[in-house]
């Protein structure tokens, strides 16, 4: 398809990374989008679901909520929100964690919940209170497994955070809006490509730091549970 | 003629025939989506569990494709198509979608099977096939219960993407209230949406458990197990 | 557990069937019919109806295919398709044969599309050019005096602030303002950026991409913009109390409503009710329509219908 050789052309001309507006400005402009989401969900997420694993209440609420959330379209909430205060960044921000979050609470109770009761149970029999039990313990043991709910959820914030281009903001979806409105399909493929690119990377970026922050006793490949990734 | 009902008025009331009837397209399409790319993953899986490389070139090529922008790839296979006008594209798209999840889920399931139940199987005499089907698959049902329960809830809400080109179930309904300024018809939609993954989940989690009655033990064990452990993920 | 697997897997194909069953049992007219339309038309007579995906548009296919179903004609719609690259690549290739459009939007699209420049000044001209320049399989019947086109409006702080009457009002004061638009209206000519720098010798401080309706009225009210682009029909523009701007240096000269059709579909029947129909349509009927589907929600068909009925199309 001379479509394709024509994208190739489009990502590797440099102009078009360089300029105003360019792919450099809209990658940054998504990176920020994505970064912003993360905080924001970690900040919510890592306490909720450190409470559910911890103390092993409330997981049916929270299990059913975070399906109910995973399925909720993104752009409804994005339009929805665009109504209340138009071109602002928030509604963007608020669909893209009620993305993020459902993958980091399931990870952080899961993983929380997962660690070995006989560890547990030697903390306590140590004279640990509940909440050494759980910055001591619990929290250390279950790091890989957060680390990989984030990365579940960074690649879906990265894939999706292209909606922002829909009501007038930028990041990489410029592309593919822009292109496709403009019928300049090398544009919009490129985007594409970009975004994919994007994802690759900081997922690749943060399974490495999954590996290095795994205490080294759990790194030789333990069976994990139940895998599954998840976009919305 | 047989049209679609069409949502009217800017009040929930009078349009609940309207939400069915494209819950039920929204239903078909999702159906469609899964079941192609469960037909798909299972060979897929099988043919490549054993082998190392093969399995990570699968997995590496999945785990691009899961990464385009869904509006993306629904265009792309659109024009490789030749036509948007139909649900096939976005039955193609997600079944995509729906065959990264399983196949990782899958050939993981496969894999973490324990080395003692297959050298029993073995040395009950039992033929690869056999094995596959009477040990191996069984014991990689729950990986691939949790796989399939998330890609029945990220396919349906992905559909909504086809309301972009009028299409896509509730999706259409979602597109029509942003188009003519009817938030009520967006959020019922939303809501509608969201009521479908939840009791397709309920069915996955329900034939998972029909499906494997040996992981039926006592609640506490269970809640230890399927609750949080089933609903957490990694990322390979 | 010797008949255990069997039982697990004969529940299992079981569980997935039904679902399949299930999912496949709804009936669906958007879906199911278009499969054989793909392929190139269910039979000879069906005229196949297609529109633009906003409200303006569909509402002008439902006038139109009701029209021609009160004459006995089979009809299907295929409604909210995309943009005009979208459609057009539809009907270009068979997949539809009917659709609503406007005069000198579509001739600009043809002509850009042919390398050419757009020389047309009325709709007689429009019309001829446009039969000379569409491709051999697609023509067009006759213009409406009804017609529905791209509006710069500015909000009504805006338009007060600076006077705002026409265009030309704009030249001293567009440098301070935003404007809102679909992403097209960067390189559209004549009316777009370069089209209004041309012509009127404008440039407004910023640009931002929004689709044409309630992104961009909400956006005007919320003054994020100042100005914006609108379609005149739109009952958005007075319901805001938005003030849409005089072209007074004619930038865009006539936007009549156009039925745009496949050659082969155009059979005596056929063009009569549709020159009827667009013989029928004014700019203040369309007007009063676009108010009833805008504000009051009442869907495109029932709208239409109702237009039908009280000019006897049914």
Redesign the interface.
């Known amino acids: 398809m001379s479509?394709w050789s024509q994208t190739v052309d489009w990502l590797t001309t440099a102009t078009n990374w360089t300029k105003d507006n360019g792919i450099v400005d809209r990658l940054v402009e998504h990176a920020g989008y994505s970064a912003l989401t993360l905080g924001i969900a970690l900040v919510i997420a890592l306490p909720i679901g450190f409470a559910?694993?911890h103390t092993?209440r409330g997981?049916?609420v929270a299990?059913?909520s975070?399906?109910?959330a995973?399925?909720?379209?993104t752009?409804?909430?994005v339009?929805?929100l665009?109504?209340l205060?138009?071109?602002?960044l928030w509604p963007v921000v608020v669909g893209l964690v009620l993305l993020a979050v459902p993958?980091i609470v399931?990870?952080a109770?899961?993983?929380i919940?997962?660690v070995d009761p006989a560890v547990r149970d030697g903390a306590r029999g140590m004279g640990m209170t509940g909440w050494q039990v759980l910055w001591r313990v619990e929290l250390p043991n279950s790091v890989p497994?957060i680390l990989?709910?984030v990365?579940?959820a960074a690649?879906q914030v990265?894939?999706?955070a292209?909606i922002a281009?829909y009501?007038?903001l930028g990041g990489l979806?410029?592309f593919?809006?822009?292109g496709?409105?403009?019928?300049q399909?090398e544009q919009?493929?490129g985007?594409?490509v970009l975004?994919?690119?994007f994802?690759?990377i900081v997922?690749g970026a943060l399974?490495l730091f999954q590996r290095a922050a795994t205490p080294a006793g759990l790194r030789s490949g333990r069976?994990?549970?139940?895998?599954?990734?998840?976009?919305? | 003629m047989d049209r679609p009902p069409a949502w009217s008025g800017a009040q929930f009331e009078g349009n609940a025939d309207v939400l069915v009837h494209y819950a039920l397209v929204h239903l078909r399409i999702s159906g469609l989506a899964l079941g192609l790319g469960l037909a798909v993953a299972v060979p897929i899986a099988v043919a490549t569990y054993r082998r190392r490389t093969a399995a990570s070139i699968v997995l590496g090529v999945t785990s691009v494709a899961y990464t385009i922008p869904s509006l993306a790839l629904l265009l792309i296979i659109g024009a490789a198509m030749g036509s948007l006008l139909s649900d096939w594209p976005l039955v193609f798209t997600l079944a995509i979608y729906t065959l990264v999840i399983l196949v990782r889920n899958l050939i993981e399931g496969l894999r973490a099977v324990p080395a003692s139940s297959l050298d029993a199987a073995v040395a009950m005499g039992m033929t690869p096939t056999r094995r596959l089907l009477q040990v191996e698959f069984p014991l990689a049902l729950p990986a691939a219960i949790a796989g399939l329960r998330i890609a029945a809830v990220s396919t349906i809400s992905l559909v909504t993407v086809g309301g972009i080109i009028g299409r896509g179930g509730l999706g259409f309904l979602i597109q029509e209230g942003y188009r003519k300024d009817n938030p009520r018809e967006t959020i019922a939609a939303l809501v509608a949406t969201v009521v479908l993954a939840l009791a397709a989940d309920a069915v996955v989690v329900v034939t998972g458990r029909m499906l494997t009655p040996w992981e039926r033990t006592s609640p506490r064990v269970r809640r230890r197990r399927t609750g949080l452990a089933g609903g957490g993920e990694t990322a390979p | 557990m010797k008949q255990g697997w069997k039982h697990s897997i004969a529940v299992g194909f079981t569980a997935m069937a039904l679902f399949g069953l299930a999912a496949c049992g709804s009936d669906d007219e958007s879906s199911s019919s278009d499969t054989t339309a793909v392929a190139g038309g269910s039979s000879s007579e069906t005229v196949i109806v297609g529109s633009a995906n906003f409200p303006g548009n569909v509402l002008l296919a439902e006038i139109y295919a009701g029209a021609l179903e009160s004459k006995g004609v089979a009809v299907e719609r295929q409604l909210n398709i995309g943009n005009r690259e979208a459609y057009f690549a539809a009907i270009k290739g068979g997949e539809i044969q009917l659709l609503p459009e406007y005069s000198n939007a579509i001739l600009s699209f043809v002509t850009k599309q042919a390398g050419g420049t757009v020389t047309a000044t009325n709709v007689e001209e429009q019309v001829a050019a446009l039969r000379e320049q569409l491709p051999d399989n697609l023509t067009v019947l006759d213009a409406s005096a009804a017609e529905d086109k791209d509006v710069l409006v500015c909000n009504k702080e805006t338009a007060e602030e600076f006077s705002l009457e026409k265009i030309s009002d704009l030249s001293d004061v567009a440098k301070d303002l935003v404007i809102g638009a679909p992403p097209e209206f960067a390189e559209r000519d004549p009316f777009g950026i370069p089209g209004l720098k041309r012509i009127y010798g404008l440039e407004f401080k910023e640009f931002r991409p929004l689709e044409i309706g309630p992104p961009i009225a909400d956006a005007l009210a919320s003054n994020a913009i100042q100005c914006g682009n609108l379609f005149s029909a739109m009952s958005i523009i007075t319901k805001n109390g938005f003030v849409a701007l005089e072209d007074d240096k004619v930038a865009v000269p006539n936007e009549a409503v156009v039925p745009l059709i496949a050659t082969d579909s155009a059979t005596d029947d056929v063009t009569a009710t549709l020159n009827d129909v667009s013989s029928k349509l004014d700019t203040e009927g369309l007007k009063a329509m676009m108010v009833k589907v805008e504000q009051d929600k009442t869907p495109e068909a029932d709208v239409a219908a109702e237009w039908l009925a009280a000019n006897g199309f049914t």
């Open positions: 479509e559910i694993g092993g997981s049916f299990l059913n975070l399906v109910g995973r399925a909720i379209p752009f409804a909430v339009v929805l665009y109504k205060e138009p071109l602002a993958p399931a990870n109770a899961a993983a919940a997962a497994l990989a709910g990365r579940s690649t990265i894939a999706t292209t281009a009501v007038s979806g410029r593919v809006i822009d496709y409105a403009l019928v399909y919009a493929y985007g594409a975004v994919g690119a994802a690759l997922d399974a069976a994990v549970p139940r895998s599954a990734t998840a976009r919305a």
